[in-house]
């Protein structure tokens, strides 16, 4: 199987990845604004990809999902995250902005958790103005 995504240089080949949804920002300085003309002046700092995901547990290796969960949940600046990018991939430095996933069952030795979704945030931008 081949893997979705790598999390600080580890593939996660077992996690069933049911989403990934890439989005984009193009960020302004503090010098953007309107001027009096009415017409819009852009001070472009560049274009920052971000990443959201939904993976689904029941369909993960647990073990390899209870990990996942731990590596980025962790009190951490940022992680390097490669994903899918065009028909290549993209790797990058990202800050989990938040994630969350909910408890369906709890047997004796097995908690069934289900729509774990999680958010990367770019660090810094991937495309600067020329």
């Known amino acids: 199987m081949t893997s979705v995504l790598s999390l600080d240089g580890k593939a996660y080949p077992n996690l069933h990845v049911v989403s990934l949804k890439r989005s984009f920002s193009v960020l302004d ?17 560049g274009t920052y990809y ?3 995901m939904e993976i689904d547990p029941v ?5 390899e999902y209870d990990e996942f969960y731990e590596a980025i ?9 490669t994903v899918p990018y ?9 800050y989990v902005a938040n994630g969350e996933d909910e408890l369906v069952s709890k047997n004796d030795d097995r ?3 289900q729509n774990l979704s999680v958010n990367f945030v770019a660090m810094k931008p991937k495309r600067t103005p020329a």
């Open 29 to 45: 300085g503090d010098n953007a604004g309107r001027v009096m003309t009415g017409a819009m002046k852009r001070d472009i700092i």
């Open 111 to 113: 908690s069934n958790w």
């Open 59 to 63: 369909s993960s290796d647990l073990a």
């Open 50 to 52: 971000n990443y959201s």
């Open 86 to 94: 065009a028909q290549t991939t993209v790797t990058f430095d990202a």
């Open 73 to 81: 949940s962790a009190p951490v600046d940022s992680h390097v995250l």
